[in-house]
């Protein structure tokens, strides 16, 4: 038995809180950019994706007209960092409305990094940023996606192992519904299963109980 959910009779309000309750987790830009006037934002996006790995573009959503979209389009630059599960109290906090001339870094007392290739700062308190360029603006609806397309990554060395970003070092946080959060949890490492190894590889629940063709 299943329960029917229609977008219209639920209305654009209702059926939005609805989307973001059954697309969990979904992990979060936090967004730093600076306006004309040199005042630097940062707010946390939770619809934010890679859009292109070559050329390298992220993506993320405003709903409505931010000041993150403002600022992108104003100085065509943005970063993105990581929200790490340490952080989740100024994560939280810079999601506020403050007024756009007042700095969401400062007022939680959070630290600004020089970018290496562009003009808008990082956050050091956070283990990985992206330094991105504006590619395009989309506008979708009642949102924009914003792409931009990567010039430059930092991650903190104690973050990588081999090499690599380990997730479990970088201890991302993670949106759900309503006011709810989640943290990375087990870390599931499944190969993936090539075609010239199917035969007798898969037999997964879909298939178990089902008649015989």
């Known amino acids: 038995m299943r329960t029917d959910f229609d977008p219209d009779a639920l209305g654009a309000g209702r059926f939005y809180q609805f989307l973001t309750q059954v697309i ?7 967004v730093v950019t600076r306006s004309a006037d040199g005042v630097d934002n940062l707010a946390p996006h939770s619809f934010f994706t890679v859009a ?8 993320f959503t405003s709903v409505g007209e931010k000041d993150s979209l403002r600022n992108a389009e104003a100085t065509g630059e943005f970063t993105v960092c990581l929200t790490p599960e340490k952080l989740i109290e100024e994560i939280n906090a810079t999601a506020t409305d403050f007024p756009a001339d007042e700095s969401e870094i400062d007022a939680t007392g959070l630290t600004r990094e020089p970018s290496s290739h562009i003009a808008t700062p990082r956050i050091a308190e956070s283990p990985v940023a992206l330094e991105c360029r504006l590619e395009r603006t ?28 380990d997730a479990r070092r970088l201890a991302p946080i993670a949106r759900l519904g309503g006011s709810e959060w989640s943290t990375l949890g087990e870390v599931l490492a499944t190969p993936r299963i090539r075609y010239d190894e199917w035969p007798g590889h898969f037999s997964g629940a879909a298939s178990e109980g089902s008649p015989s063709s």
Do not use: F, K, Y
């Not at 292109?52 to 993506?59: G, M």
């Not at 989309?138 to 970003?165: F, K, Q, Y």
């Open 24 to 30: 969990v987790p979904r992990p979060i830009a936090w």
């Open 52 to 59: 292109s790995t070559d050329p390298p573009i992220v993506q």
């Open 138 to 165: 989309v506008p979708l609806g009642n949102c924009t996606l914003v792409l931009g397309r990567v010039v430059h990554a930092v991650v903190d060395s104690e973050a990588l192992v081999d090499g690599r970003p």
